[in-house]
């Protein structure tokens, strides 16, 4: 709605839509489930890589050079104890993108400064 409908709804009514605006918002994150998949195979995949060891995720190294911010992005995750410098600048512009990439990409920088992951 426009802001200017919203200014003509009564109290109730405006309540009513916070209610339903809220409960769509959250059943998209909690229960969209292409994304939930994706995640998980994402993760066996990371842990498939990690078990290949470092030779291997040299391998992704000409990933942080893709088209795409958003392999960029997964590939410097893989790659910061690899390929620091540059998967932290990868990282560092994700985080400022204003989706949910950037949130991720924020969680991630401040476990990494705060001490509480290290990268392997």
């Known amino acids: 709605m426009k802001r200017v409908l919203l200014r003509t709804l009564t109290d109730d009514d405006l309540i009513g ?3 339903t605006r809220a409960t769509t918002l ?3 994150i909690n229960y969209w489930l292409p ?4 995640s998980k195979r994402l993760v066996q995949i990371e842990k498939e890589m990690k078990l290949r060891g470092r030779q ?4 992704l190294i000409p990933l942080l050079e893709a088209q795409d911010r958003i392999i960029r992005y997964y ?4 790659l ?3 390929v620091p410098e540059r998967s932290r600048q990868i990282v560092e512009e994700n985080s400022r993108q204003g989706d949910a990439i950037a949130g991720d990409a924020g969680m991630l920088l401040y476990t990494i400064d705060s001490g509480i992951y290290t990268p392997e």
């Open 17 to 19: 839509e916070f209610i």
């Open 26 to 28: 959250g059943e998209a």
């Open 35 to 38: 994304a939930v998949k994706a």
């Open 56 to 59: 291997f995720r040299i391998k």
């Open 75 to 78: 590939a410097a995750r893989e």
């Open 80 to 82: 910061l104890a690899l």
